[in-house]
């Protein structure tokens, strides 16, 4: 069965760091790959996705995902942490069997000053 | 203009009652689905319809009901809560579950936060 693993439960930044999000899936084939954010008391917005094509993706805010398929991982960068960009950060995965969205079990990042 | 609305937002309740949340989505989508979040914040499938069809239906309590009137709605009743029905129940919506160059990406809602005393 396809699985979603986010390492990380909690992370703390400080603001103006580096942030890197691990994920990691388990699936046969490539599957669509997305990050989502959910910032408190707030439904998930979609930052940005993968399907095919260039392996390094674009998304909104600032952040990037590299997709690497020797590592099965599509690990979430930003190069300048916000502390607006305190919140849940979920990746999903989904398989071309028109299955929904799995998500992994978040992160939480946490922007110290 | 809220694209996927969710009411109501919160909602308290005694167990054993019966209760309902809806949702409505003004995207034209045609996929809408419940997940359901818990205390740890882990989000799990739960239905999902299309074009007022269900096409998943996850392992969940047949307490749990939930009515597509039409593509725009996707409503979900509650039959004789439980303690562990507490949770965030987010609604969302998909132009289409298959094939596509959108297939998968989710508009949710703001979530309906349901406690069960």
């Known amino acids: 069965a396809q699985s979603v693993t986010q390492p990380d439960i909690h992370i703390t930044v400080s603001e103006g760091a580096s942030l890197e999000l691990r994920c990691n899936y388990s699936?046969?084939?490539?599957?669509?790959l997305f990050w989502y954010v959910q910032s408190p008391g707030q439904g998930l917005q979609l930052l940005l996705k993968?399907?095919?094509?260039?392996?390094l993706v674009q998304g909104i805010k600032g952040f990037e995902a590299e997709f690497k398929r020797s590592q099965s991982s599509f690990n979430l960068r930003k190069p300048s942490v916000h502390w607006s960009d305190a919140a849940e950060y979920f990746c999903a995965v989904e398989t071309q069997a028109g299955t929904a969205l799995i998500f992994g079990k978040g992160t939480t990042l946490s922007v110290s000053s | 203009d809220t694209a996927v609305s969710q009411t109501p937002k919160y909602l308290v309740t005694q167990m054993g009652n019966d209760k309902s949340i809806k949702c409505e989505q003004n995207?034209?989508?045609?996929?809408m689905y419940w997940y359901k979040q818990d205390s740890k914040k882990f989000l799990k499938i739960m239905f999902s319809?299309?074009?007022?069809?269900?096409?998943i239906n996850e392992t969940v309590p047949n307490r749990f009901s939930p009515k597509s009137p039409d593509k725009a709605h996707l409503n979900l009743h509650i039959n004789s809560l439980e303690l562990g029905d507490s949770a965030v129940y987010f609604c969302?919506?998909?132009?289409?579950?298959?094939?596509?160059?959108?297939?998968?990406?989710?508009?949710f809602g703001e979530g309906s936060r349901l406690t069960v005393l």
């Open positions: 319809y299309n074009n007022k069809e269900l096409i």
């Open positions: 699936y046969g084939a490539t599957p669509y």
């Open positions: 995207l034209g989508h045609d996929t």
């Open positions: 969302a919506s998909s132009q289409n579950p298959w094939g596509s160059l959108d297939t998968g990406e989710l508009f």
């Open positions: 993968y399907f095919s094509g260039d392996t």
